[in-house]
């Protein structure tokens, strides 16, 4: 069955220092997202991505945070400036449609120090 | 805003036992809800999606119940098993292609 995949999985950076982050979403869907979850906490919403634009964002996802779809199969979300507190896991998710179920990859660990 | 409340955070069984997860959300205007699992450092799996035009979905050993009116959403898991232990998140989506808004989850232990 397709997934969505997710590299690196675990990514440990200096504060202040930019990561990105990549997603290879099932190849038949065009809607995108990233979640993110704070450990211990819920899972929450960043972006959701369509037709090669930003279609929603949450107020987490402020100016240092920006996505790209730099080709047909990969889906990046790059944090300009990391804080101690982007620390979490970032998870990519794509589905076919509106109103179907999401498809999430394993995720990407992602630790400030 | 829209609120969406799991209860309990951690639930152990023994194995064989039937049980009911409970989701609780604010939004009167929800369009669907959907129930997930995460299992310790992975991603989640969809297990059931409901719409709200509908009261129930059912795969295997699972079915998930959805009541707009009283804001409840419920997953009965029959026969349970070791390998159902997992976090076992919900999520409503208050309309077409809008952010999933989740629940904490509830940690679910099934004892051999």
């Known amino acids: 069955e397709p997934e969505v995949t997710q590299t690196p999985s675990h990514q440990v950076t200096q504060m202040g220092q930019e990561v990105i982050l990549r997603c290879v979403p099932i190849?038949?869907?065009?809607?995108f997202y990233w979640y993110r979850q704070i450990l211990g906490q819920k899972v929450e919403f960043l972006v959701s991505?369509?037709?090669?634009?930003?279609?929603?964002k949450s107020e987490i996802f402020d100016d240092q945070f920006s996505v790209e779809r730099p080709d047909g199969s990969n889906f990046t979300l790059k944090i300009r400036s990391t804080k101690l507190e982007d620390s979490a896991m970032y998870f990519c998710?794509?589905?076919?449609?509106?109103?179907?179920?999401?498809?999430f990859g394993n995720g990407t660990r992602l630790t400030v120090t | 805003k829209q609120e969406v409340t799991q209860i309990p955070a951690a639930l152990s069984v023994p194995e064989g036992e039937n049980l009911v997860l409970n989701c609780s959300f604010t939004?009167?205007?929800?369009?669907?809800l959907q129930w997930f699992r995460q299992d310790p450092g992975k991603g989640l799996t969809s297990l059931l999606l409901?719409?709200?035009?509908?009261r129930e979905q059912t795969s295997g050993r699972l079915n998930a119940s959805l009541d707009k009116s009283s804001g409840r959403s419920t997953l009965y898991i029959a026969a349970s098993q070791p390998g159902d232990s997992a976090t076992y998140l919900c999520?409503?989506?208050?309309?077409?292609?809008?952010?999933?808004?989740f629940g904490k989850g509830t940690r679910l232990s099934v004892i051999a």
């Open positions: 998710a794509s589905s076919p449609a509106p109103n179907s179920p999401l498809h």
């Open positions: 190849s038949n869907h065009l809607y």
């Open positions: 991505f369509y037709n090669n634009e930003i279609s929603e």
């Open positions: 939004d009167s205007a929800i369009y669907n």
């Open positions: 409901i719409q709200s035009s509908q």
């Open positions: 999520a409503e989506e208050n309309s077409g292609n809008t952010p999933l808004v």
